[in-house]
């Protein structure tokens, strides 16, 4: 049984600062282009998931010998949604996303709004310089801050009763409307971030 699940996406990748360990608990999909992370981050995917429009065709000849699920280019979902699809079929509650960040600005926000629509699995994305952490009902995170210096939370919907500790402007039993800047651009002051909300979808933000 796997533990996580990793997406590869397409997108620049900051391998030296991703602190991140990979294991044969996890099952990695690469998500179309994202396929050229293998090498970076040398790794084997168990699965190669897209209509393969953004991959480069060395890439199509290099790997040849994954296993590859192809689907249309004419389709109703994201290739990363074809790809998470396989989360819940295996029970797995924690995905973590590498790359991704940056590109065609209505992508991002599709990513962005994953938490909406898979309210069961916890979200990490990270390429490495930037890292995002899905906030989701009820939650506790202690984060290790690691190279960031600025902290931001970002609600997708009202966040409730939340509470922050290790920034420079902590919060206490706040509440966070969407479309708010109250919450963003926080500078980080120690070496554990600690978060608490009662409810609410969103994201932190290290940066």
Known sequence: MYARLILLLPGPVHYSQLNLSLNQNDYIIAVDGGIEHVKGLNVTPNLWVGDFDSCKHDDHQRYLHLNKETHPTDKDYLDTELALSKAES??????????????????????????????????????????????????????????YHRLSIVPITTLQSVTTRGVKWPLTDATLPAGFGRSLSNQITESTLHYTQKDGIGWIILS
Do not use: R
């Open 90 to 147: 295996m029970n797995i509650t924690e995905c973590i996303l590498i790359g991704g960040i940056g590109g065609l600005i209505d992508h991002q926000m599709g990513l962005f709004m994953l938490p909406c629509a898979h309210p069961s699995l916890k979200f990490i994305h990270t390429d490495g310089k930037t890292k995002l952490y899905s906030l989701n009902h009820a939650c506790a995170l202690a984060i290790t801050q690691e190279h």
